[in-house]
């Protein structure tokens, strides 16, 4: 396939979902309510085709507890993965035309962040999350170019746990098989100290996932559900020759599950959950802070204010495309959490919709 037409007819994709704030997109997602769960009351009152949500504050009478929101999209919860995916392939896609860019999942613990990122645990195809969909779109096109250009993508996986970044596929005995690239910073843009495993297919890639999945559980019963209170940062890393002029195309994609966004109460946490709920704060609010930053093209970012945002760097700003998840519990007892959520995502898309009160 002639590769030049293919970077053109992408390059219009992706202009078409350059909308609302330029690099920066937000879209929402609800949570179905799960089965066997008794509360069937959903706070979501409304979603809109062009990104409104309206939400319910069920305290109060009829539409006065009503709020509107406006995204880029709102996924209401009978979505499927693929149509959450359908809206994120033109950003994966450009990857490999040698954009940065970076997704990740923002909510509280059990809305939905991982299921969207990687989908359910012992998934099949067709519920696979983001991940999975990207890297095998990733081969898929990098396969359809190579008359024309040999791609090489890395990947490597890290979790960050109060401010510590800890490698999730150190080198053991079953990685030996994939091997860790030798060149391993392609562009400067690796996280540090953590290995990078070259990948040639989505199986190699779903082996290595699981890989970090594992290491991320087996902290997790020893510290208590560790991995809703850490970030999990999967990283993969494009390397494009052409085969003709030999110039290099390279593109870096970060795929973030963050910690649970919930508010913890100060006054019932102590000792080590304190210090975790601290930093999982700082964290978030770094990051917010970031992304506030760049969707005002403010002239200073403050990168250096946590690990999460020092090792999104790369993927956040300049060139670089990113898209947040805001993923909301649907049920009225988490209203409030879920409010949060919305503000949170609110700010740090510069869109300031929320304290209008519709009249539908
Ligand atoms: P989080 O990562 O935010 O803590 P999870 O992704 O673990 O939340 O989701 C919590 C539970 O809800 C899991 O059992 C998950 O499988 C289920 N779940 C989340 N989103 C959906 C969805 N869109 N459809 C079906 N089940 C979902």
């Not at 994120?88 to 991982?114: E, H, M, W």
Request: aromatic share 6%; net charge positive.
């Amino acid at each position: 396939e002639n590769y030049h037409a293919l970077l053109a007819e992408n390059r219009k994709l992706f202009n078409e979902i350059q909308d609302l704030k330029g690099n920066i997109r937000v879209y929402c997602r609800i949570r179905p309510f799960l089965p066997g769960q008794r509360e069937k009351r959903t706070s979501v009152e409304h979603v809109g085709e062009n990104g409104e949500l309206v939400v319910a504050d069920r305290s109060k009478p009829g539409k006065e507890g009503h709020r509107l929101f406006k995204f880029n999209k709102v996924f209401g919860s009978d979505a499927t993965q693929a149509e959450v995916y359908s809206d994120t392939q033109p950003l994966i896609r450009s990857v490999l035309d040698g954009y940065n860019v970076c997704i990740f999942a923002y909510g509280q613990t059990g809305s939905g962040k991982t299921y969207t990122m990687t989908g359910p645990n012992s998934s099949t195809k067709e519920n696979w999350g983001v991940n999975y969909r990207a890297l095998n779109d990733l081969f898929d096109i990098s396969q359809r170019r190579k008359s024309s250009i040999t791609y090489e993508i890395g990947v490597q996986m890290v979790e960050i746990y109060n401010e510590q970044v800890r490698d999730l596929l150190s080198s053991d005995g079953s990685l030996k098989k994939l091997g860790i690239m030798t060149h391993s910073q392609p562009n400067g843009l690796a996280v540090p100290d953590a290995s990078m495993h070259p990948v040639k297919s989505t199986s190699d890639v779903i082996q290595l996932m699981g890989l970090g999945h594992k290491n991320r559980v087996v902290s997790a019963t020893a510290l208590n559900e560790r991995s809703s209170r850490s970030h999990s940062v999967v990283t993969v890393h494009v390397r494009g020759t052409d085969l003709k002029t030999g110039s290099a195309l390279i593109g870096n994609l970060h795929l973030v599950d963050l910690a649970g966004s919930e508010r913890v109460d100060r006054s019932e946490v102590i000792g080590d959950r304190l210090k975790e709920a601290q930093h999982i704060n700082k964290s978030l609010s770094a990051l917010g802070d970031v992304i506030f930053a760049l969707s005002q093209k403010s002239s200073h970012v403050p990168y250096r204010n946590s690990k999460l945002t020092q090792v999104l760097q790369s993927s956040l700003g300049g060139q670089a495309k990113t898209l947040m998840f805001v993923q909301l519990n649907p049920e009225t007892s988490s209203y409030s959490e879920s409010l949060s959520t919305l503000k949170f995502a609110e700010r740090v898309a510069g869109v300031e919709l929320g304290a209008a009160r519709t009249n539908k």
